[in-house]
């Protein structure tokens, strides 16, 4: 099967420069405020649904996977990786940092066409999917160079693997460095996405993936 790669836009505006975020917070790790004061639209993306609960649309941290053929490896390095650490402090940033500069952008290890988040509430979004298995994500490339449209498939796991990722890596940023969980585990709604539309300006909505 041919594997279509992602168009240079969503490559550069999207998941370069969130991996050039990472990189400066593996060097200003006691800073990490500063260092995504300005980065809400990428790291935020509003994702759009449908369905029993009406039309909803709300934002959520999002990130990107590992290929799923290393996903159970992942898995098991952050699991080791969050015992390592738990409750060591800003330190855990810069660990953090690094498995996502080895992992997450990686080309070798990475699906930078995989999204994921986690469902803090079963609301509109989780009730939508659930039904439908749809979802739009809109990204704005700050400060206000452009727009993307990701229509994706959707779907929420409550166990196994991708479940365990996405939780684990939410801990790894969350309640490691301080030791503790505020929140027990939520379901994992991971976003594939299978077509990207230019939204700028300069092209109104054409179709630039596949």
């Known amino acids: 099967m041919t594997t279509l790669t992602p168009p240079d836009i969503y490559m550069k505006e999207f998941y370069l420069a969130r991996k050039s975020l990472v990189e400066k917070m593996l060097s200003n790790t006691k800073n990490i405020e500063e260092v995504f004061k300005f980065a809400g639209p990428l790291l935020s993306p509003m994702v759009a649904t449908y369905g029993p609960a009406g039309i909803n649309v709300a934002p959520f941290m999002l990130t990107f996977t590992v290929n799923k053929k290393y996903l159970n490896q992942a898995v098991e390095y952050l699991r080791n990786l969050n015992n390592e650490l738990w409750s060591k402090g800003h330190i855990v940033y810069a660990a953090a940092a690094k498995f996502l500069l080895e992992w ?84 994992a709604l991971i976003l594939r996405v299978k077509e990207i539309y230019d939204n700028s300006y300069q092209s109104l909505g054409k179709k630039i993936y596949p």
């Not at 929420?156 to 939780?167: A, D, L, S």
Request: aromatic letters at 10%; zero cysteines; proline letters at 10%.
């Open 104 to 187: 997450i952008y990686n080309p070798e290890r990475s699906d930078p066409l995989t999204l994921s988040t986690h469902l803090m509430i079963k609301g509109h979004t989780y009730t939508n999917i659930k039904a439908t298995g749809e979802a739009a994500i809109g990204v704005l490339i700050p400060p206000d160079r452009g727009a993307l449209e990701l229509r994706a498939e959707a779907e929420i796991y409550e166990e196994g693997p991708y479940y365990e990722f996405v939780n684990l890596l939410h801990d790894l940023m969350h309640a490691v460095p301080r030791g503790e969980r505020s929140h027990p585990w939520y379901p």
